[in-house]
């Protein structure tokens, strides 16, 4: 079943969201900080959204999609757009290849489209291979891309 995230569901929410965060640890230690990977105030803030939503099986959320809305700045370059911007969907290990996390990011492209969104927007690593692949699935399609080179190791 899917339901909104509300604030009692905050402990098991920073569980899944510290599964990723792990991920973004192991891979870029060089970034990353082990730390609170969704401290409470962003959690009630986000909450505000109105697109956060879970995914629960006999009263336990195994699956999380994290959103907000952005609006463009009032730029002359760039066309005035609101953006709903994708911060995290997860989806606990026991659980994935199971298409909890196609539910749960359709249950957010379809409020996005009824509240006239202009596009949904996410960022993913380079390394993380397996959501690169989740997501082309789904039809998004690559934007931009970051480059760097990582100057003293």
Known sequence: MIRKIVKEDYDRVLELAHE???IHLDNRPDIYNDACS???NRFLEMLESGYNFAYEE???IIGIILGEVLESADIPLFKKRRVLYIDDIVVSKDYRKKGIGTKLYTEVKNKAIDDKMDSIELNVWAFNED?????????????NIKMEEILNK
Do not use: E, Q, R, T
């Open 20 to 22: 990723v965060h792990k």
């Open 38 to 40: 969704l401290p409470y």
């Open 58 to 60: 006999d009263g336990m």
């Open 131 to 143: 959501a690169i692949n989740f997501y082309k699935k789904l039809g998004l399609k690559y934007k």
